[in-house]
């Protein structure tokens, strides 16, 4: 096993992807010889040329809408949208073109492509470059959205995406960017599953379904509640759309009580989906009334502490669910 | 500049372009006849009148090129080599459709025949054919992309990222505007800052023409020229035709928007009566003969989509994704 950061599995994905397969190209801005604003596409460049690594201009509908066209017509193209605030400015290609085109030609093509893009605060980025838009994605049928939190789940979910044919949208955390984790040794290939979810924590007194860097927070938070006597089982969704509603109600139907945790905004959001699922499919089961734990319905502020009190802390998260766990008992 | 091309069209591709604008003028009377009868479920967008553009440009073409099209796009669809069956069956919702009867006038594709689709989002077929000719450019294909648009897609944003990225990367593609007069409900000047839209080209540091969209064969020659100079390398052009369209935006547009004037002229923009007079004397008859059999093969098509079955309930959830991976 190797240790290695969130960004670099990032890169090796593309890299390896790219190795295997001269359809998968690389574009977005500065993803060329610059290397990316987190680094995260060092290396590709040097390594491909600019035929295949391309940078672009600052032209996301555009850019995007080429990538569509390059998708049903041979290519398999990667495009990185820096900030995932930005996927706004693409929305017509991503949600009229690519998701609809096979449907809308009869099976006459596949889109194959994988747009992934960093989101979600925690960096104090301010209003348009914080916002985590996962449920805008998974609205829409075509479109496969998934949303790995380690780099293990980078690697092996990005390579799956790239193999994937039909138009992946992959959001990463920029709060992510530099943690670290285990990963198979370089030569050892690793290609996830997309549409599994993972229990990362057993336990039997609560489910705490999180998604993104609030995976990282949840867990964070069943340390306090093991504390607190409560036996908290993190599941991390991974994956957006498909979602993987049977792992979380398994794990419901052991513990009896569900909150889900993140960063989009709460009305519409996962955690609704989530809870409406659970609700309709386990209502008897459940001890108590699941719980979402979001940010406020308000923009997220730049201000430190405000974005403090904006995101669920691991501490918010603890509280929340010792309510709900005591509740009933 | 582009270059010219031959001055006389041999007899095989004048009687090419002049089938294919026949088909087009029987498909789309046809359609309109069909839609008023309540045959054709949801709204259509014909091109009457346009007919010299579609046909034009598409025989400048290879069969392995590539088009993207618009909501306007059955003569684009045709010109490149869609069957007139399919295209039909597509339009009164059968299965046989190119779509399987799920997607309509709007999205008839034929990727077979080189048709990456006709699209009711304006502009994308910009950004789509510049993601063709990107797709082209990489395997080393030695083929060409037209991306047609009309001049409401001229003022979107889309068609200035689509023409400065297909500059910046020197790909092969047409873009060709068919100026019809009007965008939707409202005429050019509401739409078009510029005089003509080819003048815009040099903002992109490529070629810009415009040519008389009554005109086939002066079509013809501005697309041929600016393919050739496409699979030579030498990048993006913009061909601007000039155009009128006969019908409203919509089968059922009332067209309150178009002047007395305007339409007294219009009754007289005719690209089929144009290249009949370009013939030669004694080529009446045979003109003639080419019309009545491409009148022909339409109603037969119609005859024939009309008899079909609509798609079946499992068709719902079909296509929505592909299958799972491969490798």
């Known amino acids: ?329 | 500049m582009l270059t010219m091309v031959e001055d006389n069209l041999s007899q095989e591709l004048t009687d090419l372009i002049f089938t294919t604008m026949c088909e087009i003028r029987a498909f789309e009377l046809i359609a309109s006849e069909r839609y008023k009868n309540g045959d054709l479920p949801g709204f259509i967008h014909l091109s009457l009148g346009q007919e010299a553009c579609a046909a034009g440009a598409c025989a400048a073409l290879e069969r392995e090129d590539l088009i993207t099209s618009t909501h306007r796009g059955h003569g684009h669809c045709l010109a490149k080599g869609a069957d007139p069956n399919r295209m039909m069956a597509e339009l009164f919702a059968k299965q046989q459709g190119y779509s399987k009867g799920r997607a309509g006038s709007m999205h008839i594709a034929d990727v077979a025949a080189g048709v990456l689709g006709a699209n009711g989002i304006v502009g994308q077929s910009m950004g789509l054919g510049v993601g063709a000719a990107l797709s082209l450019q990489i395997r080393h294909q030695p083929n060409v992309v037209i991306a047609f648009f009309g001049e409401g897609a001229s003022g979107a944003g889309i068609a200035h990222e689509a023409m400065n990225i297909a500059a910046l990367w020197k790909l092969p593609i047409i873009f060709f505007c068919e100026v019809n007069r009007y965008a939707e409900l409202s005429p050019y000047e509401v739409h078009v800052s510029t005089p003509t839209v080819a003048e815009r080209s040099v903002a992109y540091g490529f070629p810009g023409v415009t040519v008389d969209g009554e005109d086939a064969v002066e079509v013809y020659r501005a697309v041929k020229a600016a393919a050739d100079r496409a699979r030579s390398g030498g990048g993006p052009s913009l061909v601007e035709a000039r155009t009128y369209r006969w019908q409203g935006h919509y089968e059922g547009d009332p067209q309150v928007y178009k002047t007395d004037r305007e339409r007294a002229e219009g009754q007289h923009f005719d690209p089929i009566a144009k290249m009949r007079e370009r013939g030669a004397a004694g080529t009446e008859q045979h003109f003639t003969g080419l019309q009545k059999e491409a009148e022909r093969r339409i109603q037969a098509a119609a005859l024939w989509a009309s008899g079909l079955q609509s798609p079946p309930p499992a068709a719902l959830l079909e296509d929505v994704y592909a299958e799972a991976y491969h490798g």
């Open chain 1, 1 to 329: 096993m190797a240790r290695i950061k969130y960004y670099q599995a990032l890169t090796r994905a593309i890299r390896e992807e790219m190795e295997r397969d001269e359809r998968v190209i690389l574009m977005g801005e500065d993803v060329g010889a610059s290397g990316g604003i987190f680094a995260q596409t060092k290396g590709l460049h040097a390594a491909f040329g600019s035929q295949r690594v391309r940078d672009t201009p600052i032209a996301e509908n555009g850019f995007v809408s080429a990538a569509v066209g390059a998708a049903m017509t041979g290519l398999r193209p990667i495009v990185e949208i820096g900030f995932e605030d930005f996927v706004t400015c693409c929305m017509e290609p991503l949600v009229n073109q690519a998701a609809k085109l096979r449907y809308m030609l009869g099976g006459q093509v596949s889109v194959p492509m994988v747009l992934y893009t960093f989101g979600g605060g925690g960096v104090n980025a301010g209003p348009q470059h914080s916002q985590s838009l996962a449920a805008w994605f998974a609205h829409v049928p075509g479109l496969k959205v998934i949303m790995p939190s380690t780099p293990e789940d980078v690697l092996g979910l990005v390579k799956a995406a790239i193999r994937d044919d039909n138009p992946v949208i992959c959001l990463l955390s920029k709060k992510l960017i530099g943690t670290s984790g285990e990963v198979p040794d370089t030569g050892t290939e690793l290609v996830g599953s997309i549409g599994e979810a993972k229990i990362v924590r057993p336990g039997c007194d609560v489910t705490i379904a999180a998604v993104g860097q609030m995976v990282l927070t949840a867990l964070k938070a069943s340390d306090f509640l093991a504390d607190r006597g409560i036996d908290a089982e993190v599941v991390d969704l991974r994956s957006v759309s498909p979602l993987d509603i049977s792992t979380v109600l398994q794990s419901v139907c052991r513990t009896r009580r569900l909150a889900v945790v993140h960063e989009g905004h709460g009305p519409f959001g996962i955690g609704a989906e989530v809870v409406a699922q659970i609700s309709e499919r386990a209502f008897g089961q459940l001890r108590s009334p699941p719980l979402r734990i979001t940010p406020p319905f308000a923009p997220s502020p730049f201000t430190p502490s405000l974005e403090q009190l904006y995101l669920p802390s691991a501490e918010r998260i603890a509280d929340a669910v010792s309510h709900l766990a005591m509740e009933a008992r």
